[in-house]
């Protein structure tokens, strides 16, 4: 562990030796399967990580232009790029700088055919389809739940529209496990499965935890294989999360102290701003060396500066009073905490530092004012 009295707070740390802990583990997948796993940016685009990640996963997948952008400039890999819809003032810049381009649906495809025909480099484009099967339980994370505008039913599949297409992309789950894939590809191919005989590609998307402890490593290369070698075609795993999984911390410090019915702690970090996730999805952050509520001597409510009333990150337990200059150590903040941060109130944005393998702490950017006053 990093010495957390050396950074400036707020701030976001992450571990390489995390990192390629679990790019080991990917390697391992893709060695055992043949497939080919790329880097969500959307999860984690800290891209003073990419030439390490780069020397094991096989490229990047885009939301968008920026994202693609971003791939290309700084990842030697594919690029590849979905998004539910495109304008041709991207999809212009995009045939410039992408491999893999998945449209919404087969009228998306015939919209802008015509560009990628006229490009000069070889792209393979794809469908995005819906299987209208996932499990996820969070309706803001699930991408197959009712009226979802992110891929294509089979009602509204029109095989007419697809000649030039090489594969079909899936996106079903959200941080779960290789047994949630195993029972949603009969799904897929109750509903797509004629179509993947025709491809030269399937992608099965992100939400694979391939890096938890947990995850069934086996199952998931028994999925993979049994697509691969049923319709002979290359499978794309595109995880972000576990690309950095519990490899990043974000380090705060307590700025007050009050009391209103029990005890609270103000801190320098927000939950609104620099882990929305918190708010969003919800969910409460470990912090090391903390408990349960009421579990350990002193409880109090960890809240942010922000004028937002509902700026809090949770209720923690302490083995001492906490102070002012304390120091606070947030657990898995390198995926969708950059990606996904704000300058709300006028929040400065936290540092950003790389521990190397060697064990030197490295600042790798620091934000001011006038990252603030740029956005305006």
Same mark, same amino acid.
């Given at each position: 562990?990093?010495?957390?009295?050396?950074?400036?707070?707020?701030?976001?740390?992450?571990?390489?030796?995390?990192?390629?802990?679990?790019?080991?583990?990917?390697?391992?997948?893709?060695?055992?399967?043949?497939?080919?796993?790329?880097?969500?940016?959307?999860?984690?685009?800290?891209?003073?990580?990419?030439?390490?990640?780069?020397?094991?996963?096989?490229?990047?997948?885009?939301?968008?232009?920026?994202?693609?952008?971003?791939?290309?400039?700084?990842?030697?890999?594919?690029?590849?790029?979905?998004?539910?819809?495109?304008?041709?003032?991207?999809?212009?810049? $995009?045939?410039?700088?992408?491999? #893999? @381009?998945?449209?919404?649906?087969? %009228?998306?495809?015939?919209?802008? =055919?015509? +560009?990628?025909?006229?490009?000069?480099?070889?792209?393979?484009?794809?469908?995005?389809?819906?299987?209208?099967?996932?499990?996820?339980?969070?309706?803001?994370?699930?991408?197959?739940?009712?009226?979802?505008?992110?891929?294509?039913?089979?009602?509204?599949?029109?095989?007419?529209?697809?000649?030039?297409?090489?594969?079909?992309?899936?996106?079903?789950?959200?941080?779960?496990?290789?047994?949630? $894939?195993?029972?949603?590809?009969? #799904? @897929?191919?109750?509903?797509?499965? %004629?179509?993947?005989?025709?491809? =030269?590609? +399937?992608?099965?998307?992100?939400?694979?935890?391939?890096?938890?402890?947990?995850?069934?490593?086996?199952?998931?290369?028994?999925?993979?294989?049994?697509?691969?070698?049923?319709?002979?075609?290359?499978?794309?795993?595109?995880?972000?999360?576990?690309?950095?999984?519990?490899?990043?911390?974000?380090?705060?410090?307590?700025?007050?102290?009050?009391?209103?019915?029990?005890?609270?702690?103000?801190?320098?970090?927000?939950?609104?701003? #620099?882990?929305?996730?918190?708010?969003?999805?919800?969910?409460?952050?470990?912090?090391?060396?903390?408990?349960?509520?009421?579990?350990?001597?002193?409880?109090?409510?960890?809240?942010?500066?922000?004028?937002?009333?509902?700026?809090?990150?949770?209720?923690?337990?302490?083995?001492?009073?906490?102070?002012?200059?304390?120091?606070?150590?947030?657990?898995?903040?390198?995926?969708?905490?950059?990606?996904?941060?704000?300058?709300?109130?006028?929040?400065?944005?936290?540092?950003?530092?790389?521990?190397?393998?060697?064990?030197?702490?490295?600042?790798?950017?620091?934000?001011?004012?006038?990252?603030?006053?740029?956005?305006?």
């Amino acid at each position: 562990m990093f010495d957390i009295s050396k950074v400036k707070t707020p701030c976001y740390v992450v571990d390489e030796a995390k990192l390629l802990k679990n790019l080991t583990i990917l390697d391992n997948v893709m060695e055992k399967t043949g497939c080919k796993i790329l880097l969500a940016q959307k999860a984690f685009s800290m891209y003073s990580t990419y030439p390490m990640i780069s020397q094991h996963l096989k490229g990047t997948t885009a939301s968008g232009l920026y994202e693609a952008k971003l791939g290309r400039e700084e990842f030697d890999g594919e690029v590849h790029v979905y998004s539910p819809a495109y304008t041709e003032k991207d999809m212009n810049e $995009l045939v410039q700088i992408c491999d #893999h @381009i998945v449209f919404n649906s087969p %009228k998306q495809w015939q919209k802008f =055919k015509g +560009i990628v025909e006229k490009s000069d480099r070889k792209i393979s484009c794809g469908i995005r389809c819906n299987p209208e099967y996932s499990e996820i339980e969070t309706d803001i994370y699930n991408p197959c739940f009712k009226n979802s505008r992110l891929g294509t039913t089979l009602d509204n599949f029109d095989d007419s529209l697809i000649d030039g297409i090489d594969g079909l992309h899936f996106h079903t789950m959200c941080e779960q496990g290789s047994d949630v $894939l195993k029972r949603t590809i009969p #799904h @897929i191919e109750e509903k797509f499965g %004629k179509y993947l005989y025709n491809m =030269k590609w +399937i992608n099965l998307g992100g939400g694979h935890h391939i890096t938890r402890d947990d995850y069934d490593l086996d199952t998931l290369i028994e999925c993979v294989n049994y697509l691969h070698d049923k319709y002979d075609v290359q499978v794309y795993l595109e995880p972000g999360e576990a690309v950095a999984l519990n490899a990043g911390y974000l380090v705060s410090e307590v700025i007050d102290t009050a009391k209103n019915g029990m005890d609270l702690a103000i801190l320098d970090a927000s939950a609104a701003c #620099h882990m929305p996730d918190v708010l969003e999805m919800p969910y409460r952050p470990n912090i090391i060396g903390s408990g349960q509520a009421d579990e350990k001597a002193y409880t109090y409510r960890l809240g942010g500066p922000t004028c937002l009333a509902g700026d809090i990150i949770g209720d923690y337990s302490f083995d001492e009073p906490l102070k002012e200059g304390d120091r606070l150590v947030f657990c898995d903040m390198a995926i969708y905490s950059m990606c996904k941060n704000n300058t709300f109130n006028g929040m400065p944005l936290p540092s950003i530092y790389l521990q190397k393998l060697d064990g030197e702490l490295e600042l790798i950017k620091e934000f001011g004012y006038d990252d603030f006053k740029m956005r305006l």
